[in-house]
């Protein structure tokens, strides 16, 4: 009898840890985490009209910087508006900062139609006629609400030395759905919407300030 009762317990016990292991930490999880990257215009199934023909400039992106607590793997959202919540089972692909970069730098070759856009650490920075700088101070959402981007930014001129514009763009996005690919779809297009902004900026600047190539 003692020994049916302790094969019983036995067989409890082993399953009591196979459930509490697929919790652990430890013992990991069975739902599978994903991986997200923004999106540029380009990846859009629409073409996107160019806001002007700024093929001879050179536009360099960067160095762009943002708190600690966004530039990490796991993706932040907002709980409440002293409240940030790590989203599970949701990572971005890469550093976001390189991420964020990236897809600005390309939305601006497509509004400015110029392959002539580099990302900070430049290269060849003599081919650059302005550098756009970025601190990102807000950006974050919540599936199913907004996905919320503050960004100051400037305009400078080729040897970095004299801001030619600068502003605070603050955008909010609705997400379609509650789903993380919905935000991350919504952020997209807040990085998009700041990119037309600065697009337009470099616009006014090139008609204020024209680069001098002989420089």
Known sequence: MRIEQFRRLSILLLALGLIMGSCSPFGGSRRPTKYYVLNSLRSEATQTQALADLSDIGIGVGPLRMPLYLDRSDIVTRGSLNQVEIAEFAQWAGPLQENFSRVLAENLSVLLATDKVGVFPF??????????????????????GNANLRARWSILNSKRKESLSEKHTIVNYPTANDTTEALIAAKSQTVSDLSREIAEAIIEVSRKYPPKKND
């Open 123 to 144: 290269v060849r920075r003599e081919n650059i006629d302005y550098y756009v700088t970025i601190y990102v101070t807000r950006f974050d959402g919540m599936p199913g």
